[in-house]
């Protein structure tokens, strides 16, 4: 018999809303989701349908208006920007569509990077960030610059980066989205490995069908609400 998951992510009668050239965005409508530890969730839906802000706040990159965020266990909905600051340092991994990386540093440097401050030696910074970057297939990489790069292997850096401080859960943010479909197949791939190797929560939001085939649980999103979950 299965062992049950774990909550990870309960989001609970959630709004937001946003002002913009003096009308009101309504970016998130009455949302309630439950991610189980484990899961890997694609969040579906056109540009504006509020994915990208949906995101935001189970993240704690943004408050919502009303409702309430249970992550691990905690209600960050109203938490202090140094407690989300924590949460985030500890707990989360982010993977965004331009990559962010830094461009006078090299792979390694990169994800190493993400690990100051901290308590632990520089070897052990070193091996965390040549493990994250094995992970990810970029280990031959790890001296080159962002510039040498294509966008694929950008994007696998960028994922090197964010699973090297180990998190509970890794939010991607339309990360195919500058990518060919080759890349985008690599890419979605290495996460779908990471999380099923590490049992990593992931959460991807995208505008496109195609990535779909690597959730186990798909969301979709019309004008700030939830259509379906499947």
């Known amino acids: ?33 439950t991610i189980k530890s484990g899961d890997f969730v694609i969040i579906q839906g056109p540009t504006g349908c509020g994915k990208s802000t949906l ?28 407690r989300l600051s924590k949460l985030r340092r500890q707990k989360v991994g982010f993977v965004f569509q331009d990559f962010n990386l830094i461009k006078t540093l090299t792979a390694i440097e990169n994800i190493e990077a993400l690990l100051w401050p901290t308590v632990l030696s520089s070897k052990e910074i070193e091996n965390r960030a040549i493990a994250a970057l ?4 970029m280990l031959e ?42 890349s985008e197949n690599v890419i979605m791939s290495l996460l779908k490995k990471i999380n099923e190797e590490y049992e990593t929560t992931m959460i991807v939001v995208t505008h496109r069908d195609s990535v779909a085939k690597f959730g186990n649980k798909i969301v979709k999103m019309d004008k700030g609400a939830i259509v379906s979950i499947k």
């Not at 094995?134 to 297939?137: H, L, N, S, T, Y």
């Open 1 to 33: 018999m299965p062992v049950a998951k774990d909550t990870m992510i309960e989001v609970i009668d959630v709004n937001k809303e946003y002002r913009r050239a003096g009308a009101i965005i309504r970016a998130l409508v009455d949302i309630n989701l």
């Open 55 to 82: 995101l935001n706040v189970m993240s704690g990159l943004d408050l919502p208006d009303s409702g309430k965020i249970i992550f691990d266990g905690e209600n960050i909905a109203r938490a202090t920007e140094d």
């Open 141 to 182: 990489r790890k001296d080159h610059f962002p510039v040498e790069m294509s966008g694929g292997e950008k994007q696998r850096v960028a994922l090197a980066r964010a699973i090297v401080s180990k998190p509970r859960v890794v939010f991607g943010d339309e990360v195919s989205g500058n990518l060919d479909p080759d």
């Open 134 to 137: 094995r992970d990810v297939e």
